[in-house]
């Protein structure tokens, strides 16, 4: 499908992981409900037109709307995409966003693709005129945060549960694009997953960084069905993938159909120690460079499909991070949007969603009452002065996804 439009972008959250609450009952957390949405929709969607925005990242509460095997309640979805057709706003459609409904349990269960795989297909059906889907948001994310740290939905911290997570997540997202072209055969799908890096903190470290820059591409790898190296294989393979499950993404992939979202936060680059100990590096390469290495992997169109940072700091990080974007397009990188995520502030991400304190984190363009902020009113004069420019033919920004 050729572009002829850079998109600007914002997004409304909806994560709904479970987590653990210090008396040990289990809790999910709904992003949608901490900002209002689901009172104020209608005016959030204004809100994104206000800011001349065209397109939002945007999904149904999944464990709200899958209620059961092959059911389902559209009551929500049915009056927010209706109003979001009605205003002109393409939504880039975030089918599963760190969690699952209650009774499919978490992404350990070996049955979660092909259940994803229906509800896809079905939301396919019921909204056909749809062309832009994320279908599982940031795999490598909540397959981290879920099993291998123990932090949300399963709760495990060990190799083998985070490489079943990997799996189950990845064969949902490769399941529900296929499903979703049945329906919608000019369907496009943007990945929305994490940039990451690991920076050796000494010699001694070396080793474990190398290994966890080539995990970092692990949800990628197997969605494109990209032949990894030995050390990787032999990793899924050790941790309970099967030959047959690994050559199975490679018979599948619908890679031609794709673009590569990649989400960066002063967050995603870490110290790593030999002890297996890390924390954050902050900006060191950047998105310039961190992109231009899943690019080179990959070969796809590429997206910024999120970013953010804490005030007073978001309008210096807005006008950097999309000077990134800028250099990657005059340096060949075929990038085709950029997302400032999200428009309304966060709740309780400064503990990644593991406390329900209802601390707001103040990252969004507009604040809880409504109101635009700094980098909202930055965002806005960035989407006024570059609109015309950047997405113009003589810009070069005119592909097609299958070229």
């Given at each position: 499908?050729?572009?002829n ?12 992981p ?10 999910r ?78 992404f ?15 939301f396919?059906q ?5 062309q ?11 397959a ?15 190799d ?5 997570a ?5 064969k ?21 997953e ?7 903190a ?8 190398f ?62 120690r ?9 900006e ?12 080179r ?14 005030m ?8 950097k ?6 250099r ?15 428009l ?5 991400w ?17 604040d809880?009452n ?5 980098v ?8 006024t ?19």
């Amino acid at each position: 499908m050729p572009f002829n439009k850079f998109m600007f972008c914002t997004g409304i959250e909806n994560s709904y992981p479970t987590i653990l609450l210090p008396d040990n009952s289990v809790k999910r957390v709904d992003e949608m409900e901490k900002a209002h949405h689901y009172k104020r929709w209608e005016e959030d969607f204004k809100l994104v037109k206000e800011m001349g925005i065209d397109f939002l990242r945007y999904g149904p509460p999944y464990y709200k709307t899958h209620i059961a095997p092959g059911k389902y309640d559209w009551d929500f979805t049915d009056i927010t995409f209706a109003k979001l057709r009605e205003l002109n706003i393409c939504p880039i459609v975030d089918l599963c966003h760190f969690g699952v409904p209650d009774w499919m349990g978490n992404f350990q269960n070996p049955e979660f693709p092909e259940l994803f795989a229906e509800y896809a297909k079905a939301f396919a059906q019921r909204f056909p005129y749809i062309q832009y889907y994320t279908p599982v948001n940031e795999i490598f994310i909540a397959a981290t945060f879920s099993a291998q740290y123990g932090w949300w939905n399963e709760r495990l911290s060990s190799d083998k549960s985070f490489v079943t997570a990997l799996k189950n997540l990845c064969k949902a997202n490769v399941l529900a694009m296929r499903a979703i072209v049945e329906v919608q055969p000019e369907a496009v799908f943007i990945q929305s997953e994490s940039s990451e890096y690991f920076h050796a903190a000494d010699p001694p470290a070396e080793t474990l960084a190398f290994f966890l820059n080539q995990k970092r591409f692990l949800a990628l790898d197997l969605t494109y069905g990209y032949r990894i190296t030995a050390t990787m294989y032999e990793y899924l393979l050790d941790n309970g993938m099967t030959k047959e499950e690994y050559h199975w993404f490679a018979d599948n992939q619908l890679k031609l159909r794709c673009i590569m979202g990649n989400d960066y936060y002063a967050t995603n680059e870490h110290i790593i120690r030999a002890d297996g100990s890390m924390e954050a590096s902050g900006e060191v390469f950047g998105y310039y460079l961190i992109t231009q290495q899943y690019f080179r992997r990959y070969r796809l169109p590429v997206m910024h499909t999120e970013t953010n940072i804490k005030m007073p700091w978001g309008v210096y990080w807005l006008q950097k991070q999309f000077a990134n974007v800028h250099r990657l397009k005059n340096d060949g990188v075929p990038i085709i949007g950029f997302t400032w995520y999200s428009l309304i502030h966060q709740v309780d991400w400064d503990s990644a969603l593991r406390k329900d304190d209802g601390v707001i984190n103040e990252l969004g363009l507009y604040d809880m009452n409504r109101k635009i902020t700094p980098v909202g009113e930055a965002y806005k004069k960035l989407i006024t002065n570059w609109k015309d420019v950047i997405g113009s033919e003589n810009y070069g920004l005119l592909f097609n996804v299958n070229d």
